[in-house]
């Protein structure tokens, strides 16, 4: 195998698990709420947490990331049946971020992955000097254009010989469509 080819077979792979990764990955949890939230607002309900907006400290950089703020209690006993009302509880407070891009970044990788595949896959693999010196790729090409002619798909060989008129069943006459009009 020469340099070329194994270039072209690891572009390929590669250009095929980008696309892989991208539509079997698990799409990213979101919540949605029952009325949508204006970017502007200054506090909102959702169930019977309230929520107001808050900023956020980043920890390196000391920058500030917007947000809404809700603030809850839970019990420091977890077990139901030993809880009483006068317990210690731990205070938290949930925080939703705020994010406009958010929609429009999930389909962005797919379309990317879904380019390459397209133009990139077919280049590298179509792009062999040695296609043609398998026979069959002549006989595939042959019958793909016999098809588009006369706009059937033939049942007896109507190439060889010796085998003229015998009853035949041309399996790949999809790709040998594709191959004769390329």
């Not at 808050?54 to 000391?62: F, V, Y």
Request: charged residues 20%; aromatic residues 8%; proline residues 7%.
């Amino acid at each position: 195998m020469t340099k070329r080819n194994s270039l072209r077979i690891a572009v390929a792979l590669g250009a095929a698990a980008c696309l892989a990764y991208t539509l079997f990955r698990a799409p990213a949890a979101h919540v949605e709420t029952a009325t949508p939230i204006a970017a502007d607002a200054k506090a909102f309900s959702l169930g019977t947490l309230p929520f107001s907006a808050c900023e956020l400290p980043q920890k390196r950089s000391g920058a500030r990331t917007q947000a809404y703020c809700a603030p809850f209690a839970v019990p420091e006993n977890r077990d139901a049946n030993r809880a009483a009302p006068n317990d210690r509880k731990i205070d938290l407070r949930l925080a939703l971020i705020k994010s406009e891009a958010a929609a429009a970044d999930r389909k962005t990788p797919l379309n990317i992955a879904l380019l390459v595949a397209v133009l990139l896959v077919p280049a590298v693999l179509g792009s062999s000097q040695t296609i043609f010196n398998d026979g069959d790729v002549s006989w595939h090409i042959a019958t793909g254009q016999w098809i588009i002619d006369h706009r059937a798909i033939p049942h007896t060989d109507p190439f060889s010989f010796t085998w003229y008129g015998r009853p035949w069943v041309p399996i790949e006459w999809l790709a040998e469509m594709i191959y004769a009009s390329a």
